[in-house]
Antibody, heavy 118, light 112 residues
């Protein structure tokens, strides 16, 4: 069974860089899948951040592209997200997920809340 | 790219059917069969219910079905059950060779 688990600081200061890691178990990250990040501000809807392939190829949400960097570590079977210059509007639950069936996300992590105080 | 448009809320009684719409544009929903639907219970991660407009992942009940007409996709839940009460989000390929993904604003389903 594919399992994903996000980890990282729950509190990030304004203007700092948010850094999260998603550990994948039960499945090789080097398989033919893209791996994504999605976030959800409290009480609001889902927002796609971007996704990465095991070779390092990436696609980012144009609205976040200037601040987002994703990377992958196949030796640890995990991938990571960095979001720079954060503000309070970046406060959200951050999910990692496996992209499958074209443009759907079939396995998700439990999510991790990251708070940026105003 | 703008978020896909969903009704804020829908409701139905147990056993009834409800349909949730998801309206995009001719550049995304209207041009590609890459619409997916997610069910989200409070405090839980979203769960994939429908992908590629009409397909159900293994384990999703046949009560859940998806369709598309023009720029609008729809999720229909028949034989409503109490556990279906949740938020539902649609999602589509953004089109224009962007490889992007856009979500709808979400719909709260209340089972009366």
């Amino acid at each position: 069974q594919v399992q994903l688990q996000e980890s990282g600081p729950g509190l990030v200061k304004p203007s700092d860089t948010l850094s999260l890691t998603c550990a994948v178990s039960g499945y090789s990250i080097s398989s033919n899948n893209w791996w994504g990040w999605i976030r959800q501000p409290p009480g609001k809807g889902l927002e796609w951040i971007g996704y990465i392939y095991h070779t390092g190829g990436t696609y980012y949400n144009p609205s976040l592209k200037s601040r987002v960097t994703m990377s992958v570590d196949t030796s640890k079977n995990q991938f990571s997200l960095k979001l720079s210059s954060v503000t309070a509007v970046d406060t959200a639950v951050y999910y990692c997920a496996r992209k499958e069936f074209g443009y759907a996300f079939d396995f998700w992590g439990q999510g991790t809340l990251v708070t940026v105080p105003s | 790219q703008s978020a896909l448009t969903q009704p804020r809320s829908v409701s139905g009684s147990p056993g009834q059917s409800v349909t949730i719409s998801c309206t995009g544009t001719s550049s995304d929903v209207g041009s590609y069969n890459y619409v997916s639907w997610y069910q989200e219970h409070p405090g839980k991660a979203p769960k994939l219910m429908i992908y590629d407009v009409t397909k159900r992942p293994s384990g999703v009940p046949a009560r859940f079905s998806g369709t598309k007409s023009g720029n609008t996709a729809s999720l229909t839940i028949s034989g409503l059950q109490a556990e279906d009460e949740a938020d539902y989000y649609c999602c589509s390929y953004g089109g224009s060779g962007s490889y992007s993904v856009i979500f709808g604003g979400g719909t709260k389903l209340t089972v009366l």
